[in-house]
Structure formats: structure tokens, C-alpha cells
């Protein structure tokens, strides 16, 4: 081998530079949304606040009707005196009266502050009251699934899976009823029923590693109490429903059982973790069902001794409920409230009638939901709430205590979440269950509800519409807050109070006012209009409830004395005014 095939030492080649990173400046204002960019609100925010924004709007768009009037009545006593409010519809003291309740009374306040009449109180309070029940519906579903979408499916379940035949009355939820009765007291009542069992079941979650606390347990009874009182008839099936999570999960030993698809810790599909807020991390993937407290072995029987012992640990509950209903008896007793409900039988009497074809599509699927329920966890809390309350129903159909009648508006309840529930559930047959639910509730649309939301020509014949009175208005012009009118027309009596001006003979049946005087006021005004009673009989029933103004209808006679001073052209209707008398304190 030559010399001149050795290669030459080569000079080491040292390593590339890395290339120049050209770092961008971010611009101004863009770290402050990096955390808003890893948000991502839930389907129940999106499409809850939708259903919200549209309900709300077409809740402030119907006119002032049905019960409308009585309850802007009570704003309007209590903007004249918060502790000696009068009675809500005649010149008597308002003592005793139920209506006057913490949420009524919340209203006065703030009607006295912003300078609100009782009608737009009302009105305003329709939005306020829809969140309520937004908020109780997400947090009641999520302490027993955690799938994104079953509050979404509950929200739709709850307005239209009823029946074929429209049922809108004070406290039910059904499409064609909500838009009315969205700023009644009993629309907060649902709303804070479903808070007071979401917040029960927290309470009585298995998944708990301590016991809750007396205070906490004393809450849930303060919870109770004030809804006993905001509405009463809502407060049994709350106090119900409370009771039955209580007596399904709590067991001896600190343990607890449940049916439910708890949610696991750390999921953020609790009930605490925000209702109608969106989630900040991307949710876990769906793997299959979540094991409840009924599918995990069991170490042994617990005793019966020790079950009643964990139960008697409850007492704070009852004795919350007992001292929050006795702070309210400057206003009225609640516990004369069961006397006085039976006064208000017979008009409640038209909630049993129809009742299969009002409720039949929903026991058509929450039925079969119920067994799948019971057939995991025989103490299965949804089924359970949900027969509590029918049972109450029964037992006021066969005593004749009808008023109890209206605890079917909180029933459907824990069928309605059990449904959403299982339709959301991973497992086979899934896609059969939500073609059965979607079939049900679009047929209780189609039938029942989709008078509220389309016209009158897509919608079958037996469709309920939307209610439409006349505003009185054009009277009030003329006739002063406090001074009584005497009618007997159907809207009138029931949209005069809502102005401040009081009635002869009230509508409806309360405390303040005996059910004979009521009556009695009754007669006197049916006979003053019937044409028979002479100028004497007039002026000495006149006398007797110091009425300074008639309003009559079209076809009803004005008497002699009266002079008419405004007419309705909308209906026909006159206002004539008394003769002032000697002596009066008018």
C-alpha cells in the first residue's frame, strides 16, 4: 500500500447550529383567553338556555290572564304595607292569608324598590322563575347520571311527555301551561322542589366519605319548610320526595344505597359543580354503564336495628322544617292550611277527570323504565318518589280532598328524570328505547302541547291554545286602588284585584275571609245584578260593603241610580259609578 493512499487527518466538521427560532409576540389581550378557549359549554347550556330565552319571551308576550291578577294583587297589597297587607281581593285585613308567603313577600320588596306595579312584578318574575327550574332539573338529573346529554333529554321529557289531552293548570309544566303560569309562586315551587331532592340526594349519596353534618342535615329541613310555605300543596311532594331519598339510601352501618348512575369523583358531573355552566375539560368517554351502589357486592345484611338508628340520625330535618314554618306566623299558620284546603275541593276537582289520557304516554315508557330500575336496585329512589306522590293523588281522589289532586305536577317529575335516565344509559337496546321516547314525547307535542308554540292551522283540532282576555285596564283608569267594584264577570273579578282595586265577592276561597261571609258576598252581588231587587235591597246591600262602582256586562241592566262613565269597546263592557253616600269613609 502507497504512502499516497493514507488519507490526511480531516479537521473535525463541528455540528450544525440549530435554526433561529423567530419567537411571536402574542398579541395583546390573547393569554386572557386561553383559559376561555379550553371551555366548552354543556348541550343542557346550550339548548337549556335557548328553551329559556324562548319561554321567557313568550311568557312576557301573553296577556294577563286566569290567576294572573290574584297574585299581582298581593304585590300590590304588600307595595302598601309589608308587615298588614289586606286581604288580597276585598277592603278586608289580610290576617291569615296564605298568599302571603316568603316569595310573595320577596316580590312586594322588590317592587317597593325599583317602583314596580303587581302586574309587571309578575311578569318579571316568569324569567327568574324558569332559571329556578332550569337549575333544579340539571342538578336533580346529574345526582343520578353523568351523561352530558340527560339533562337535555329530562328538559324535553318534562314539557311534552304527558298525554294526548292538554292539561295547563297552575304548577303542571307542560308546554301549553308554562308560558302562563311561568310567574306563579307554584313555577318557583317546582323549581325549588327540584333543588331541595338534588340537594337531598347529595346528602344521601353513597358516594360520600363522611356522614353530612347536623347543619346540613337541619338545612334540608329549612329547605322543606320554606317550601311548605311558598306553596303548599308543592311542599308535600317535596317533604314526600325528601323522605323517600331518605328512608332508599340511608343505611346502617354509614352506608348508603342507590340505583342511580353515580357519577365518579373527580367527573364533574355533579351537582355542584355548576348547573347551566359549561365543563372546563373535555368529558371522560362513554365506556359503558357506571356501576351504581347496587351493583357492587354487598359484605353483608345490615342490621335492622342499626338501619333505624341512621335514620333517627335525621332528626334535624323535620325540627329545620318545624322553626322555618313558625318564623312565617306574623303572616299566616301553617299548620291551619289542611283545614282550610278543603274550601278549595271542588274546583280542583277537574284534575281527575281525563286523567289516563293526560298522563298515558308518560306511563308508557316510565313504567318499563321503572322496572329496569327495580330490577337493579329494588329501593330504587326515582320509583319510589314518583309512587309517594301518585299515592297522595289517590288518597285525595277517594277522600274528595281533590286539592291534593295537584300534586300529579310534581310526580311526573321523578318519572320524566328516570326515563331521560335510562335512554342515556349505555347498554344494548339503546337505540330502541329512544325511538319508543321520541315516538311518545312527539306525540304529546303533536296532541297535547304544540298549541303554545304553532299556529292554530298546524296544530289538531283538540290542541289547546294559549289563553287571550281582555285587559281591564280602560277600568282602572277611573276606579282608585281600595275602592270596591261589584261584578260577577268571569275575567273581571279576577283581573280587577291585580290593579290594587278590591272586589265584593273574591274568586277564590282564603283564610283571611270565611268561607260563608265569601258566600254570602256571592249572593248578595248575583242578587243586586239579577234585575229583582228593588232600590232599597240595592242600596242596603251598597251600605253593607260600601261599593262605590258596577261593572256590568252588555246584556246586564244599569240601575237607576248609577251613571255610566267608560265602556269596553273589546267587550261591550260598562262601568257605572254609585252615588257617593252620607257618612261614608270614602
Given amino acids: 500500500m502507497d504512502s499516497t493512499d493514507a488519507r490526511a487527518p480531516q479537521t473535525p466538521v463541528p455540528p450544525p447550529s440549530p435554526p433561529r427560532l423567530h419567537r411571536r409576540r402574542n398579541p395583546p389581550g390573547a393569554t386572557a383567553t386561553r383559559a376561555l378557549g379550553r371551555w366548552r359549554p354543556t348541550p343542557f347550556f346550550v339548548f337549556g ?8 319571551l313568550l311568557a312576557l308576550s ?24 289586606r286581604h288580597p281581593a276585598a277592603d278586608l285585613p289580610g290576617a291569615g292569608s296564605p298568599y302571603y308567603s316568603p316569595y310573595a313577600l320577596a316580590e312586594g320588596v322588590l317592587a317597593r324598590l325599583f317602583g314596580l306595579s303587581g ?18 332539573l340539571n342538578a336533580f338529573v346529574k345526582r343520578f347520571t353523568a351523561n352530558r346529554w340527560a339533562s337535555t333529554v329530562a328538559l324535553v321529557l318534562l314539557v311534552t311527555l304527558w298525554g294526548t289531552e292538554p292539561l295547563a293548570w297552575s304548577g303542571f309544566a307542560g308546554l301549553v301551561s308554562l308560558p302562563v303560569v311561568a310567574g306563579y309562586p307554584s313555577m318557583f315551587a317546582l323549581g325549588l322542589t327540584l333543588l331541595t331532592w338534588a340537594y337531598a340526594a347529595q346528602l344521601t349519596d353513597p358516594e360520600r366519605a363522611d356522614p353530612p353534618s347536623r347543619w346540613a342535615r337541619g338545612g334540608l329541613g329549612a329547605l322543606c319548610g320554606v317550601l311548605l310555605l311558598v306553596h303548599p300543596v308543592s311542599g308535600v311532594a317535596g317533604v314526600l320526595g325528601a323522605a323517600v331519598l331518605v328512608l332508599a339510601r340511608v343505611r346502617g352501618g354509614g352506608g348508603a344505597l342507590a340505583g342511580e348512575d353515580a357519577a365518579p369523583a373527580g367527573d364533574g358531573a355533579r351537582a355542584g359543580d355548576g348547573v347551566l355552566a359549561g365543563e372546563g375539560a373535555a368529558p371522560a368517554r362513554d365506556t359503558g354503564p357506571v356501576r351504581s351502589a347496587a351493583d357492587r357486592p354487598v359484605r353483608g345484611p345490615v342490621p335492622a336495628r342499626a338501619t333505624l338508628r341512621a335514620w333517627a340520625a335525621w ?4 325540627l329545620g322544617a318545624l322553626l322555618a314554618a313558625l318564623a312565617w306566623f306574623p303572616w299566616f299558620g301553617v299548620f291551619a292550611l289542611g283545614a282550610d284546603s278543603a274550601v278549595l275541593d271542588p274546583t280542583h276537582a277537574a284534575l281527575y277527570t281525563d286523567v289516563l289520557a293526560r298522563f298515558w304516554l308518560l ?26 306522590c301518585v299515592a297522595v293523588a289517590a288518597y285525595g281522589w277517594v277522600s274528595g280532598h281533590y ?21 342515556t344509559r349505555a347498554g344494548r ?28 292551522q298546524w296544530t289538531p283540532p283538540q290542541t289547546r291554545r294559549l289563553p287571550a282576555w281582555h285587559s281591564y285596564a280602560w277600568a282602572a283608569s277611573s276606579v282608585r286602588p281600595g275602592e270596591p267594584v261589584l261584578t260577577d264577570q268571569r275575567e273581571a273579578v279576577r283581573s280587577l284585584p291585580g290593579f290594587g282595586i278590591d272586589t265584593v265577592a273574591p274568586v277564590w276561597s282564603d283564610p283571611a275571609l270565611p268561607e260563608k261571609e265569601r258566600r254570602a258576598r256571592w249572593r248578595a252581588t248575583h242578587w243586586y245584578l239579577s234585575g229583582r231587587a228593588g232600590t232599597a235591597r240595592r242600596a242596603e246591600i251598597a251600605r253593607r260593603y260600601d261599593i262605590r262602582w258596577l261593572l256590568l256586562s252588555r246584556w246586564q241592566r244599569v ?5 255610566v262613565l267608560d265602556f269596553s269597546r273589546e267587550t261591550g263592557e260598562v262601568l257605572a259609578k254609585l252615588p257617593d253616600r252620607k257618612g261614608s269613609s270614602r
Fill in 49 to 56: 338556555g335557548l328553551f329559556w330565552i324562548g319561554v321567557s
Fill in 62 to 85: 301573553v296577556q294577563a290572564c286566569c290567576d294572573l291578577g290574584q297574585h299581582a294583587a298581593v304585590v300590590e297589597r304588600l307595595r302598601a304595607s309589608l308587615l298588614h297587607p
Fill in 119 to 136: 302586574w309587571e312584578t309578575v311578569r318579571l318574575a316568569a324569567p327568574v322563575n324558569l332559571l329556578v327550574v332550569l337549575l333544579g
Fill in 315 to 318: 332528626w334535624p330535618v323535620p
Fill in 363 to 388: 306511563g308508557l315508557v316510565a313504567l318499563p323504565a321503572f322496572g329496569l330500575r327495580l330490577r337493579r336496585d329494588p329501593r330504587d329512589a326515582l320509583t319510589w318518589m314518583c309512587a309517594a
Fill in 403 to 423: 286539592t291534593y289532586g295537584r300534586v300529579l305536577g310534581l310526580a311526573v317529575l321523578p318519572a320524566q328524570v328516570a326515563v331521560a335516565v335510562e335512554v
Fill in 429 to 456: 337496546g339503546r337505540a330502541l328505547k329512544g325511538l319508543a321516547v321520541v315516538a311518545a314525547a312527539g306525540t304529546g307535542f303533536v296532541f297535547a302541547q304544540s298549541g303554545a308554540v304553532l299556529p292554530e
Fill in 559 to 563: 240601575p237607576k241610580e248609577a251613571k
